[in-house]
């Protein structure tokens, strides 16, 4: 077992690879109560279309990630929350764009709830009953997450953005690609992306990593996995384009919600100069737009936001842009007030005093987020999967540079990759 130490954090990160390739990290944090754990499995609704190791392309539904993601949890004695619920524990799932996570958080029996969420991501159960039972399950969400103007306006920017790209689908799928979902491909998808060489335990909180690591080694031991391999994920080329520069639909909303941003060239996906290239897209777009900025004060000034106003920065295999915006009483002029304003930076550069003051807001919320157990296993499967180091955080924002800042932002904003997603009100 491999000990890490973070001197500046105050923070020691135990490590070990099982022999089936399983990367196992356990953070202790001495005083505690709770304790956090993910099940991590690099497969995220993006891996519509790939190569299993030694095998032929596969070309499955979009959302089978999401639906394998719901099914996981059913057994033949029963639903496993209610097993992690009688050890009392809250479990829970997701999938994103290119990981699901399998999760839990309790204050006793640590080990038999490690036991329990390893055992059960590790023991699929699939009939053609239990699958056609699911359909109907996730069609219902996915019609229900078509009346959310929040979902609607998120996803209509991501469709305006990628032409070819899969991240563009929605995460659940349609309707019609669920319903072509069967078990059998629910089983081809396991069997490639939920091998242990594709996956990652993380526990943060008051764990014992000795014991913890023993219990790990013991349960895996006890199991048989075929040899692992790379996994080829395929994605038809991307241009640099946007598919439609202006999306509006109408949906019963009091103000119009209004999301815009701009699509770019992916760059490295992994390792630190990835992390790096992260890192700084998110101070430019913070320095700029964040609660503390100029623009922002003027904005709310002039009862063009409210507090939903926000910005992020997306970025993963083959893909990479921000989004912008917030409800608003005029779609058009905050588009045009925050693009000018953007544009303008792009030529002028940050002055270096925001710079400084957002660089070191940020390393300060990094830091509240250490005593944040859940954060923490959240940012650091993250960081992990793409090649980097969630403690390190910190040294690379030291790195950056006023001059880093501008020139990924000429870099990013840009007319012709821009596009714009409107919610307006009206019916359905």
Partial sequence: MEQLNYPKLQETLWHEKMENGLEVYLLPKPGFAKTFATFTTKYGSIDNRFRPPGGETIRVPDGIAH???????????????????????????????DRTVYLFSATRQIPENLTTLIDFVQNPYFTDENVEKEKGIIIQEIDMYRDNPDWRVYFGLIEALYVNHPVHIDIAGTAGSVRSITKEMLYDCYRTFYHPSNMMLFAVGGVD??????????????????????????????????????????????????????????????GEEAIKRELASKLMLEALLGPSSELYQSLYDDNLISDSFGQEYNTGPGFAFSVIGGETRDPEELQNRVCGALYEAAERGIDPGVFERTRRKRI???????????????????????GGDLFRIVELYETLQAEDIDSRLREHVSPERLAVSVVRSGTA
């Fill in 67 to 97: 639906f394998l993601e719901h099914k996981m949890f059913e057994e033949p004695e029963g639903d496993v929350f209610s097993t992690f619920a009688a050890q009392g524990a809250s479990a829970n799932a997701f999938t994103s764009f």
């Fill in 209 to 270: 990593p000795e014991a913890v690591m023993d219990l790990v080694r013991r349960n895996q031991a006890a199991k048989s996995f075929p040899p692992g391999g790379e996994i080829e994920r395929i994605f038809d080329e991307e241009p640099l384009q946007v598919r439609n520069p202006r999306m509006s639909i109408e949906l019963p909303v009091s103000l119009p919600k209004c999301l815009f941003g701009f699509k770019e060239a992916p760059g490295p996906v992994r």
């Fill in 364 to 386: 300060g919320t990094f830091l509240r987020m250490m005593n944040n157990p859940e954060a923490i296993a959240g940012e650091f499967t993250r960081y992990r999967h793409k």
